[in-house]
């Protein structure tokens, strides 16, 4: 079963415009990190969040994270028709193993 | 080479095929992992390999073996193929006690009919 829900599941803005996109997941965690993925590419990591934090910056992109509503979201400021792609949030729940649970994406097209 | 490769890119291989999609990293990473990744799904583990000698079965591993003779190989084998298992598929790994990103590769296209 599918640990993360992403939220929305396709997303369309203007260049220049802030794209958000949620992720909720089921049990505790140590840690969640966010990927993109490009069409038809494999899975790049963006940031990862650890289950003490609440908040990280990477660039353009901020992670929050809130254990007590077990949710994440991912912001990208000033976005960039190149931002163009799928993003997914991640789980690692087992210390050690890194067994990632991964949520069904957020589809994000940036118009120029 | 640099990162992961997979062999072959893309597969069409008949129901009741054996097929070993092939994964290799120049990393010296410790730890890898296969995926496959269905329309509407995102990814969904696999097995996976901490070190040299040791798997693991992940989320959906029945169909699939793996095996981990070295630091640098991470087969996957379909025994006996079926119209189910066509999907992308995936290799990552990490460098297990360092940085918890994973590194994944270009991915193989499996179709089975």
């Known amino acids: 079963s599918q640990q993360g829900e992403e939220d929305p599941q396709a997303l369309s803005i203007q260049e220049g415009e802030n794209a958000t996109m949620n992720c909720s997941y089921k049990?505790?965690?140590?840690?969640l990190q966010w990927y993109r993925q490009n069409s038809g590419r494999g899975l790049v990591h963006l940031i990862l969040i650890r289950s003490n934090e609440r908040e990280k910056h990477s660039g353009r992109l901020r992670v929050t994270l809130d254990t007590s509503k077990k949710s994440s979201s991912l912001l990208i400021t000033a976005s960039r028709a190149a931002d163009t792609a799928s993003y997914f949030c991640?789980?690692?729940?087992?210390?050690?193993?890194?067994?990632?649970?991964f949520g069904q994406g957020t589809r994000l097209t940036i118009n120029p | 080479i640099a990162g992961i490769t997979q062999a072959p890119t893309s597969q069409i291989l008949a129901a009741g095929r054996r097929m070993t999609l092939r994964c290799t990293q120049d990393m010296r990473h410790n730890a890898m992992y296969w995926y496959r990744q269905d329309l509407g799904l995102g990814l969904r583990l696999i097995h996976y390999s901490n070190t040299a000698g040791t798997t693991g079965k992940g989320e959906v591993p029945d169909g699939y073996s793996v095996s981990r003779a070295n630091t640098d190989d991470f087969p996957l084998t379909l025994a006996s193929a079926v119209p189910s298992q066509t999907s992308v598929y995936f290799c990552?790994?990490?460098?297990?006690?360092?940085?918890?990103?994973?590194?994944f590769g270009p991915g193989t296209r499996l179709t089975v009919l």
């Open positions: 991640a789980t690692d729940t087992e210390e050690g193993a890194q067994k990632l649970v």
């Open positions: 990552a790994s990490r460098r297990a006690g360092g940085s918890d990103t994973q590194y």
């Open positions: 049990t505790s965690i140590n840690n």
